[in-house]
């Protein structure tokens, strides 16, 4: 056939074009047919559909023109040489060679549109899903995708409380998340993961479309069980009623715990993790309330003050990486671990690096993967209760196993995250000694007018003195017995035989 009369797509770069549109499209098609059939992709499925295939088909319809260029002009230059006759366009819908290829133009066109229209509604929601933002990256969220799973959050997408509704925030994210991916793909990503998160939505956009702090939802039970590591692992329960709501829409009909959310409260911190105060400003009708830090340095260089919400206190609500001590607890409360082995809470907190020497996360998956590690517990007791570990073989094999099980949830050694990298700021600091919680501001500022202490803390008009720890407990707590109702607002101290008997053994928490 003269080179004239050949069909400008004849060349190698439209024809690898053609085949690549061909493949994409079918396995588009193919896969759309099994999503509508309600079958779930896997992850790494669902990102070669919703991600790999589309740019395939865009590559080859990219190259489908992009070779017919070139050969326009490769022929251009050939009849300038007197090789041939220069292409022209030409479309005659009295010949049935033109007729015939226009429809087949606008057919394919109309299939790959809808196609691509539905892949592309598929893809978004499938970067929607929890499994996208948790696996697709696994190693690098890992530290916040596993306790996710096992949260309260648990059913409630990602972008539910990352993104929330609108077009704008969705656009800022996603530009966002691109330099993440870069980040991935060059393994330029910060170990650990830094938090709090930057230019987060406001939560009154997000968490409080759920959460109605202006309901009052009156008092909630909790019952709280953990072992002390003594010989005899003694029980310790404690009941708290929470006053759930109350937070109200404005600040004279605020209460408890939320008035912080309902009020105009602005902070500056020293660090970006927002852990230590330096100033609060309260909004009032009758002017505003400032209190600041002592502790802080005049002239130190401050982050920009922020509106106090949610997540300043709930800033590890669906990403807490619990302590060992509490899966423990867990265990003992549900009979995975024999409370009867002497000494069984404090030497597990040994193996598992929670005994006050503060390891390093290397030195921690160290000890873990090194041979016999936990079967030390096992020696413990033959070198020490030899009757015991005769006649309680079994319940201190199955503490081992146990106990093995742990640091998974606690230590992501690939991210160099631990229980310990992240503060919890909802309530009273943790036994570690990291979490300040409420007194990152409470008994820690001063009020600029009169240096009035902001109340709150240990002492007297302290909210851990209200912890039934027993007649040793003020001393334990460093406070006096509790003499005002301060911690009425939120949650009440109930004694505990007035209702366990009524609860079963598995009520706590």
């Avoid at 929890?130 to 972008?159: I, L, N, W």
């Avoid at 953990?226 to 006053?243: C, G």
């Avoid at 996360?361 to 030899?386: C, H, I, K």
Wanted: charged share 20%; with cysteine.
């Amino acid at each position: 056939m003269p080179e004239n009369t050949r069909h400008l797509a004849s060349n190698p770069i439209s024809m690898l074009g053609g085949f690549l549109v061909l493949i994409a499209l079918q396995g588009l098609v193919f896969f759309l047919g099994i999503q509508a059939l309600q079958v779930e992709l896997s992850p790494y499925v669902g990102l070669v559909v919703f991600m790999g295939l589309p740019a395939v088909l865009a590559l080859g319809l990219l190259l489908v023109p992009a070779g017919m260029l070139w050969e326009a002009r490769r022929r251009v230059k050939a009849a300038r040489r007197g090789l041939g006759v220069s292409p022209a366009l030409q479309i005659d819908f009295g010949n049935l060679r033109h007729l015939v290829g226009l429809m087949l133009f606008a057919t394919l066109t109309v299939l790959i549109l809808g196609v691509s229209g539905a892949t592309g509604l598929g893809a978004v929601e499938f970067m929607e899903t929890p499994t996208f933002c948790g696996t697709t990256c696994h190693t690098v969220m890992e530290p916040q995708y596993e306790p996710y799973k096992r949260s309260a959050h648990a059913e409630v997408d990602c972008t539910a409380c990352h993104i929330g509704p609108g077009a704008s925030w969705y656009v800022q994210s996603k530009l966002s998340g691109a330099k993440q991916l870069f980040a991935v793909l060059l393994d330029t990503y910060p170990r650990p993961i830094p938090a709090p998160i930057e230019h987060l939505r406001p939560a009154r956009d997000t968490c409080e479309g759920c959460h109605w702090r202006e309901k009052v939802y009156g008092m909630f039970l909790r019952v709280y069980r953990t072992y002390l590591p003594d010989e005899s692992n003694t029980q310790h329960v404690r009941a708290l009623l929470f006053r759930v709501g109350t937070g109200g829409s404005k600040l004279e009909e605020a209460g408890g715990v939320h008035w912080h959310t309902a009020a105009r409260v602005w902070y500056r911190t020293v660090d970006k993790e927002r852990q230590e105060v330096a100033t609060v400003r309260v909004e009032k009708d009758s002017g505003a309330e400032l209190w600041t830090n002592p502790n802080v340095e005049p002239g130190t260089a401050l982050q920009p003050e922020r509106l106090m919400d949610c997540i300043d206190c709930h800033n590890r609500a669906a990403h807490k990486i619990p302590a060992p001590d509490q899966l423990v607890d867990e265990a003992l409360t549900a009979g995975l671990l024999d409370a009867e082995l002497p000494y069984l809470k404090r030497e597990a907190l040994r193996l598992l690096g929670q005994d006050g020497s503060q390891p390093t996360t290397a030195e921690l998956v160290s000890r873990w993967n090194s041979d016999g590690w936990f079967e030390q517990l096992a020696v413990f007791y033959e070198e020490n209760y030899p009757e015991i570990a005769e006649s309680h073989a079994h319940s201190i094999r199955r503490a081992i196993w146990q106990l093995k099980s742990i640091p998974e949830r606690v230590a992501y050694p690939e991210m160099l995250t631990t229980w310990l990298t992240y503060q919890d700021n909802r309530g009273h600091p943790g036994l570690e000694g990291v979490n300040m919680g409420c007194f990152r501001c409470h008994t820690t500022l001063e009020k600029v007018d009169d240096g009035e202490l902001l109340p709150g803390g240990v002492g007297g008009s302290g909210c851990l003195a209200c912890h039934d720890l027993g007649d040793t407990g003020p001393e334990q707590l460093g406070g006096d017995a509790i003499s005002t109702p301060e911690c009425a607002y939120c949650h009440v101290s109930i004694p505990v035989d007035t209702f366990e008997r009524h609860l079963p053994d598995a009520y706590s928490d």
